[in-house]
Structure formats: C-alpha cells, structure tokens
C-alpha cells in the first residue's frame, strides 16, 4: 500500500510568503509610488518626452514589485526572474528605437505640398499633428479696446 500525505503546503502549492507584514509593506510602497506618479504628472520635466520617461519608470517600479511579491516570483525558480527581467530588457529596447527615431526627425513636408506654411512651435511642450500649423489669435479680453491700424506712410 502506498502511503498519501496530506500536507496543504504539497498539495496546493500555494502557501504564504512573507505574512501579511510583507503584504502590508508591499501595500504602502505602492501606494506611495502611485501618491508620486500622481505628483509627477503635475511637474514639467522639460519636455514631453521626459514626463513620459519619468512616467514609465515609475511604472516599471510599480510592475516589478506586483510581480515579485503578488505573483510569487521572488520566491520562484531563477530562470522566472530571467524571463521577467528579459521581458522589461527587450520591452524598454522596442520603446527606445521608436522614441530615438521620432525625437531625431525634423518637420518634412513633400515638395508637392499645398497646406499651410510652416510656423515654428509657440513653446508648447506637446508636438503632434498640427502643431506646427497657424493658429488663428485669441479675441480681444471684453472691454479691451479695439487695435489700431497701422499707419501708412
């Protein structure tokens, strides 16, 4: 006869790691990432491209930590913890070729090209279609007092 033991920690596979003192720390600091990003997003980091940076760094934090101690992945095989790091590795590559790509380009238009002549930026930290077009000028504040023509000579 074969002998069955019934220990919940071979059966399941699934037992506590760290208690709920490790949850509860892994709890705060994810708040407290999510109390930064939200600060972050207020700050101009200079341009649009370093807020997104900035943005997905704290993100990739944020992932790490779920997937180390939610999913169980500190406590998993090694070669799980390669995989994972190898996935933000090529996932940043794919990120950074295009980024490089469209922050090295200039406004080209085609010769053939019957739109709206080209006006630099008004310091807007956001390019994207239409940036780069004229814009008509705001109205006059009520009770401002209209313009005066040029004079002529």
């Not at 509860?24 to 994810?30: H, K």
């Not at 999510?34 to 934090?61: C, M, P, Q």
Request: hydrophobic content about 45%.
């Amino acid at each position: 006869m074969s002998t069955h033991h019934t220990d919940s920690h071979h059966d399941t596979g699934h037992h506590l790691h760290g208690g709920p003192k490790v949850y509860g720390v892994v709890l705060a600091a994810l708040l407290t990432l999510t109390i930064i990003t939200v600060v972050a997003s207020k700050i101009d980091f200079g341009s649009a491209s370093a807020n997104v940076i900035i943005a997905l760094i704290i993100a990739t934090i944020k992932a790490t930590i779920v997937a180390l101690w939610f999913m169980h992945l500190k406590y998993d095989k090694p070669v799980n913890g390669m995989i994972f790091a190898s996935t933000l590795f090529f996932l940043a590559l794919f990120f950074a070729y295009p980024y490089i790509d469209t922050n090295s380009r200039t406004d080209v238009k085609p010769s053939n090209w019957k739109g709206p002549a080209y006006m630099p930026d008004s310091g807007s930290a956001v390019r994207g279609i239409g940036a780069n077009f004229p814009v008509a000028p705001a109205p006059p504040p009520p009770g401002a007092k209209p313009a005066e023509p040029a004079a002529k000579h």
